[in-house]
């Protein structure tokens, strides 16, 4: 991801975000489990997903540019 060349505040960040994310997505799939069927949960899961790429993609670009967040 290029996260070692941020500065060490911009990576806290970015993990905490990631980390947040990550235990989200998680317990929407552990509801999904109960009730596959829930199209809010799927949605939910879906955007959870999209969010976590937009986190990857600015950390990626930030790192090769080399610039803060």
Not at 6 to 18: G, H, N, V
Not at 38 to 47: A, S, T, W
Not at 58 to 68: F, I, P, V
Request: net charge negative; charged share 30%.
């Amino acid at each position: 991801l290029g996260l070692s060349r941020l500065p060490e505040a911009d990576r806290r960040k970015i993990e905490a975000s990631l980390a947040t994310l990550r235990g989200a997505i998680a317990d929407i799939r552990r509801a999904l489990g109960d009730d596959p069927g829930n199209l809010l949960l799927q949605e939910m899961l879906v955007n959870s997903y999209q969010d976590e790429i937009r986190v990857l993609t600015a950390a990626k670009e930030a790192g090769t540019a080399g610039q803060e967040i």
